[in-house]
C-alpha cells in the first residue's frame, strides 16, 4: 500500500500526461483530506484510461472494436457505462479474472464515496485505491495484449516487415511494434518467436529472428531476462537455435551475465562450433560471426571472466582471426587478454609456413594503428623481428613488407626503432637468437628499419669518402 511519500513516485511511472495530471489532483485531494475526491478522480483516470486503450486494441481485434464503440456510446450518452465495460472486458478474456474483480471492487467503492450513502471514506482507503490504479493499471501500457501478440506474429509472414537489415533500424522497428505491449506478454511473444525462428517458411523465420534480436537491442532488464530464461537456457542443449543463441550475444553481450553453468558450457559448444564453421570471406560485423560475438560480451564482462569462462574459445578464434581489426580495437587496452592473443600472433608473423607467415604482412596496413595500441614496445620490436624471419624462410609478403621498410606500417616501425634505441644489448639478443646468426642490431636497423645513421654505422657520405 503506499504511503505519502510514494505518491509522486507512483505518478512518475504513468506514460499518459493527461491521465497523470488527473492523478495529480487525485494526490492533491489526498493531501487536503478530501478522500471522497481522491477515490472519484481516481476512478475517472482509470476508467478514461481502459477506453483509451481499448481504442488502441480496437485497431487489431474485433471484440476490442465492439466493446469500445457501446462503451463508447453509453459515454457520450452520459449512461453508466463501466460496468458495462467491466463485464464485456472480461467476458473477452481482455482482462484477467483478478483485474476485472479489483474493477468491481473499486466501483463499488465509488459508488459508495460519491454518493450519500453514509460511508466515510479513510485516507488508507484512499491511498488504497491510488496505488492499485496506479501499479496495476495506468503505468502499464495496455489490456491483456495476447491480442497484439498474434497480430504481431500475423504479419511476420510479410516480406517488409523490416524494410531494413541494419541493427539501428532493427530496433526502432522493434520499439514501436512493442510499444503498447504489456509486460506480462513478454514471455508468450518470446516463446512464440523462437519457435518460429526455425520454421520452414524462410520470410517468417528470418523476421523472427530479427524481431528477437530486436528485443536484446533494446536492452530492457524484463525482456532480457525473458530471453535468457526462453532461449539462452532452454534452447541451448539443441544445435538447432546454436546460430539465434550467438545472434542474441551479438546484439546484447549483456545477455551472458548470470547465466546457470550448465548453459555457459552449452553456449561455449556452440561458439566452438560457429568457429570451425565461419568461413574468412564472413564479414566480421555480421550478428552470426564469433567474433561480433566475443566483442559484444567483453563489453559487459572483465578479462577474469572471460579468461576463465571461454579461454579455450577464446584462443581458438585468434588463431584462426589472429589480425581482426575488431578484436585487436576491443581487447587494446584488456592486458590479461593481451597475454593471451599476443603470442598466437607473433607465431603465426614468424613461421615457416608461407601461407601461415604471409597474412600478418597482407594484414598490417590495415591493422597498423591499432596494433600500435595494442603492443608494447618491445612487443612492436618483436614483431618486426618476426617478419625478418619470415622472409628469410621466403614467405613473399614477408620480404616485400621488410625490404620496404615496413613502408605501410609506419606506427610499428617506430615503436620498434624507439624500442632498440633504449634497450639496444636487449634487443640484439633477441634478434640473434631468433635468426641463430650474429648479425647486429645497428645493421638490422639500418637494413631494415630506418634510413637514418644509427649509433656505431657511419652515414653514407662518410662510406664515400
Known amino acids: 500500500m503506499a504511503h505519502l511519500t510514494d505518491m509522486e513516485e507512483l505518478l512518475a511511472t504513468i506514460p499518459n500526461h493527461p491521465i497523470r495530471d488527473y492523478m495529480r489532483e487525485a494526490m492533491n485531494c489526498y493531501m487536503a483530506s478530501a478522500y471522497r475526491g481522491c477515490i472519484v478522480l481516481s476512478y475517472i483516470a482509470l476508467f478514461d484510461y481502459l477506453l483509451s486503450q481499448l481504442d488502441e486494441l480496437s485497431k487489431v481485434n474485433a471484440s476490442a472494436k465492439t466493446i469500445f464503440d457501446e462503451a463508447t456510446?453509453?459515454?457520450?450518452?452520459?449512461?453508466?457505462?463501466?460496468?458495462?465495460?467491466?463485464?464485456?472486458l472480461a467476458s473477452k478474456t481482455l482482462l484477467s479474472g483478478l483485474d476485472a474483480s479489483f474493477l468491481d471492487t473499486l466501483r463499488k467503492?465509488?459508488?459508495?464515496?460519491?454518493?450519500?450513502?453514509g460511508h466515510q471514506p479513510s485516507a488508507e482507503e484512499a491511498r488504497f485505491i491510488f496505488h492499485e490504479v496506479v501499479s496495476r493499471f495506468l503505468s502499464r501500457p495496455i489490456l491483456t495484449t495476447l491480442y497484439l501478440v498474434d497480430d504481431i506474429l500475423g504479419r511476420l509472414s510479410n516480406s517488409n516487415f523490416f524494410p531494413s537489415q541494419m541493427l539501428s533500424d532493427i530496433k526502432g522497428v522493434l520499439a514501436e511494434e512493442i510499444a503498447t505491449l504489456h509486460e506480462e506478454a513478454v514471455p508468450v511473444l518470446v516463446t512464440k518467436l523462437t519457435s518460429l525462428t526455425v520454421s520452414p517458411d524462410s520470410i517468417i523465420a528470418k523476421n523472427s529472428r530479427h524481431f528477437l534480436i530486436g528485443l536484446a537491442l533494446l536492452n530492457k532488464d524484463g525482456i532480457n531476462k525473458e530471453l535468457q530464461k526462453r532461449i539462452l537456457s532452454k534452447k541451448s542443449d539443441n544445435s538447432k537455435y546454436f546460430s539465434l543463441i550467438l545472434r542474441l550475444l551479438s546484439a546484447n553481450g549483456r545477455l551472458i551475465v548470470d547465466l546457470p553453468t550448465v548453459t555457459i558450457g552449452r553456449i561455449r559448444r556452440a561458439l566452438l562450433n560457429r568457429i570451425d564453421e565461419v568461413e574468412p570471406t564472413t564479414l566480421e560485423a555480421q550478428t552470426n560471426h564469433p567474433t561480433t560475438t566475443f566483442v559484444s560480451i567483453a563489453k559487459h564482462v572483465d578479462d577474469e571472466y572471460l579468461l576463465s569462462h571461454f579461454k579455450v574459445e577464446l584462443e581458438k578464434l585468434f588463431h584462426k582471426r589472429p589480425y581482426s581489426p575488431y578484436l585487436i580495437h576491443v581487447f587494446k587496452n584488456r592486458q590479461e587478454i593481451v597475454a593471451v592473443y599476443y603470442p598466437i600472433m607473433l607465431?603465426?608473423?614468424?613461421?615457416?609456413?608461407?601461407?601461415?607467415?604471409?597474412?600478418?604482412?597482407?594484414?598490417?596496413?590495415?591493422?597498423?594503428?591499432?596494433?600500435?595500441?595494442?603492443?608494447?614496445?618491445?612487443?612492436?620490436?618483436?614483431?618486426?623481428?618476426?617478419?625478418?624471419?619470415?622472409?628469410?624462410?621466403?614467405?613473399?609478403?614477408?620480404?616485400?613488407?621488410?625490404?620496404?621498410?615496413?613502408?605501410?606500417?609506419?606506427?610499428?616501425?617506430?615503436?620498434?626503432?624507439?624500442?632498440?634505441?633504449?634497450?639496444?644489448?636487449d634487443a640484439e639478443a633477441y634478434l640473434q637468437a631468433q635468426l641463430g646468426i650474429t648479425e647486429t642490431i645497428n645493421s638490422f636497423l639500418s637494413t631494415y628499419l630506418t634510413d637514418e645513421p644509427v649509433t656505431g654505422e657511419p652515414a653514407a657520405d662518410e662510406l664515400a669518402l
Not at 76 to 88: A, G, M, S, T
Not at 352 to 372: G, M, R, V, W
Open 73 to 88: 456510446k453509453k459515454k457520450e450518452d452520459q449512461d453508466v457505462y463501466e460496468n458495462y465495460l467491466i463485464c464485456q
Open 109 to 117: 467503492l465509488r459508488n459508495k464515496s460519491a454518493h450519500p450513502s
Open 347 to 425: 607465431e603465426k608473423a614468424r613461421s615457416s609456413d608461407f601461407h601461415t607467415a604471409n597474412k600478418f604482412p597482407d594484414s598490417i596496413e590495415q591493422i597498423d594503428s591499432k596494433l600500435a595500441q595494442f603492443c608494447s614496445l618491445e612487443q612492436a620490436f618483436q614483431l618486426c623481428v618476426a617478419v625478418h624471419r619470415a622472409a628469410e624462410f621466403g614467405a613473399f609478403s614477408s620480404i616485400e613488407l621488410r625490404d620496404s621498410k615496413f613502408k605501410v606500417a609506419p606506427k610499428l616501425r617506430t615503436r620498434a626503432i624507439e624500442y632498440v634505441k633504449d634497450n639496444e644489448l
